[in-house]
């Protein structure tokens, strides 16, 4: 029957049996000894004859052949198993009409159990039917929500095995299609990696890269790259990789999806073997307008990927000071000291002058370097952070708390103190739109102050040794 | 190309066969013991799989050597436990002042192994194709004494075996030998990691399109791999410190 021809009223479950009544095929009643008799033929091998029984029996036959899979007699399990994989698509008492009502009102806690019951009796076949309700006119929305509900619902194996045995091309297309334009849908980077997963199980490498992304910006799990990864390099993909770079430089994304995005693409490359993909690619502009992290990061995968001199290039003529830092990092890695140091005192030039450079971007460059084990260098920019106007915010205080962190470090407690004490005191002359945080959501000044008692004891305790 | 197309294609002589994909990536290797029960991974792809006699004999060694086997020769067997020089098996002379072993049989030389500067292996642990055996040394050098031999196999797993879980009409061939299509999901089991050869994977994809995969795995490669994963477990248990990723049996 075509879809088209589906009753698509949203009906109340107990319904349902009525509805579908009569449209089901005749089926004989179920003998009494339904279950004996089956066990009887499943323990002599007649695996065949169990599943014409199970069929003709109806959804009571499907019902006991099922708990025969599940918790029979031990010897009769397998068989029962095996019985039970062929045949519950053929035999379940879920016909696709049934799925109807359930998808208009998906989410519905009263549905829950009759979509558990359609899952166990279509197994991964409940993919096929939702692929071709995506034609059902109001239905379209539904099936995208009901995709990873099904996904969680087994192993992407048994998903991949079904459509791989799927001789019905018009079925794989739309479910192609369904896998496709959901993973523009599901914000659940779960459901995303399952999709990636099943693509790659049937070869359908043209189409993981595009999930993985949309993965990878939800989740920043490397998975996503290694699913892309294994996609490009099996598929023969190489090209995309520029490919995707040069649209997001034309693109409209934004500076975070952004970034996000050039992060993956460069790693993918990496870890397909294609580095040299990326050379080009990218402009300096590009790297220009990433957040601080996401540049930093950018630089390392290039520096692994041993394309020191494509990431030189891509920080030519930069003012930026975390950039500066970068630049002065790989100038160093190449033994071109007076490069290194020109480029890094430009930076602390750019922080301590202040001019248009704000508080909050002076303080994630002490931050990428801090993060680079450059220590010395983070605390140089954080103190210049104290020194220079506007005074008394709370990237003061920020800078201030990384500096007793420092102190700490090396024991000096004094002077951790020393800089615990004068944060407290900025923190507490906040306007109302700067809060101070501490630790897990903890109040910041609250928090200060027992960390600011530890030291003095702490303190106390060195001075006394 | 779909599956019914390249079936009508072949039913009537055109189709052309697929062209072969090579597959250079790194192949993971196993090495196992008998009865394995600790699991060391090493970070060059290894994964040593011992049981408590192997495990033992690398803790005690100073150091671990392969003896290379020449082509087309046979293979000396090692001594037995507590013999030094035992007629028609495999000797091991450690020359301090040279800073080598000599490999002999009675008075016949086999090879001869250069030691790093400075390193007296007073005990060491020797792998020679799928054997992997504890001598020990006098201070004084000489030949040394057999203490304990054990068998190694070696598991070979594809790089990306896994693309091939729905493929059909799969055969796949390691030089002579056919390979099932476990070995070639789930690891291709070796007895000397030297007679590991390229291997060939042919099939229909899951959608249809049929495909020839050629690995070209070198077992000088592979072998050295192993060596140096052994090596650094040696290393890393003499510093006092069990392995990162190791997981040990009860």
Redesign the interface.
Known sequence: MGVRGWRVAVVPIATLVWAAAPEAPRRAAAPADLGSELVRRLADGDVGGAVELARAAGPAGATVLRDLAVSGPPDVVPVAMHAWNAARWEIGPGRAADVVPLLGSFGAASVRAAWDGFLASRGPGTLAVVARLMDTAGFQEGAFRVVPLVLSAMPP?EF??W??ACED?AVLAAVRRLLRESAERVPDAGALARMCETM?????YADVPSVAVRGWAFSRDDAFVRFAA?AV??GGLEPVIAEALRRLREGRADRAARGDEILFWVRVAAAA?AGDRIRGALRPLDVARLPARDAAELILECRRLGLADEALRLLEGTNVPWLLYLRSSLCREAGDVAGADAHLEAAFARIGRGEDLDQAAAFETGEVMDRAGDVEAAVRVWSLIIDRPPHGQIQDVNALLRLARVAETRGDFAAALAHSERALEISRDLGAEQTLIGPAGQRGTEWLMRAILELRRRAGGAARN | MTKVAWMLLAAVGTAEPPAERVIALPAALDIVAAVPRFRFEAVNGVVAHLDAASLGALALADLVVRIPTPPASAVPPMGMPGSRDEPGAMVVDWSPTAGRLEVRMGTVPLTAIALPPGVAPRRLAVVQQDRLALLVFPAVGGPGTWVWSGGLDYVLRLPESEQYALCREMTARAGDRRLERSEVLQGIRWDQVDRIAPVRVEGVSPGGDRFVHVYPLDPAELEDRAVRALGELVRTLRAGAWPAGAAGGR
Not at chain 1, 200 to 204: E, F, K, M, Q, S
């Open positions: 194996i991949a095995s459509l791989a091309p790659l199980l049937l070869w359908w294994a390099r099996r073997g």
